[in-house]
């Protein structure tokens, strides 16, 4: 799992069955310090994510197990609202 | 199995149910020697490890899940599997 940032939407009419009424969000990863790493990525959310929230995802197989796990392709799914960045930066 | 050093511990109210009593760790990785390395990642615990405790964390869906919630299927990737007491390196031995 990883932290992120949800920096933005994305918005597709045609899309898997299985994906119809699910969000897909831009997320962006970040380190401990809440630096940005890496490339921006699309996620789907399972928690109720917003833009401009910090979140963490799980990657691979797992990504589906919040939904029907056999016949929803996902790689990177939203899996948790972090309360606050001082629950991460005020760490050692 | 990578080794890591438990930098922190994250609270979300707001989770995948599977997640709910168990602990979400910050945990920076680092090498045999101690240095950290540019990866960091979050991981259930399943051992009771502490912030500063070095860690075995297991990236890989089925044991992850199985180790921290008791049964597998749960969307969790990497999990602590064990608190390392020791790492004995062949550079440190004497000859």
Redesign the interface.
């Known amino acids: 799992?990883?932290?992120a940032r949800v920096i933005g939407t994305v918005v597709s009419t045609v899309k898997n069955e299985s994906l119809h009424g699910r969000t897909l969000l831009v997320v962006q990863t970040l380190?401990?310090h809440l630096k940005e790493?890496g490339k921006p990525m699309v996620a789907i959310d399972?928690?109720?994510a917003g833009v401009g929230e910090l979140v963490?995802w799980?990657?691979?197989?797992?990504?589906s197990?919040?939904f029907k796990?056999e016949d929803t392709p996902t790689d990177c799914?939203i899996?948790?609202?972090?309360?606050?960045e001082g629950?991460?930066t005020?760490?050692? | 199995m990578i080794l890591a050093r438990v930098v922190g511990n994250i609270v979300a109210t707001q989770k995948n149910v599977r997640y709910e009593s168990a602990r979400v760790m910050l945990c920076q990785q680092i090498t045999p020697e101690g240095e950290d390395t540019s990866y960091s990642c979050l991981a259930l615990d399943s051992v009771d490890s502490g912030i500063g405790d070095t860690v075995l964390i297991v990236q890989e869906g089925w044991s992850a899940s199985t180790a921290s919630t008791g049964k597998a299927g749960a969307a969790i990737d990497s999990a602590i599997i064990g608190v390392v007491d020791r790492i004995d390196l062949l550079a440190d031995l004497p000859s």
């Not at chain 1, 899996?79 to 606050?84: C, E, L, N, P, V």
Request: hydrophobic share 30%; glycine share 10%; charged share 25%.
């Open positions: 799992m990883q932290l380190d401990r790493t399972s928690v109720g963490f799980c990657r691979g197989k797992e990504a197990f919040p796990r799914t899996i948790g609202i972090i309360d606050s629950h991460v005020n760490n050692k």
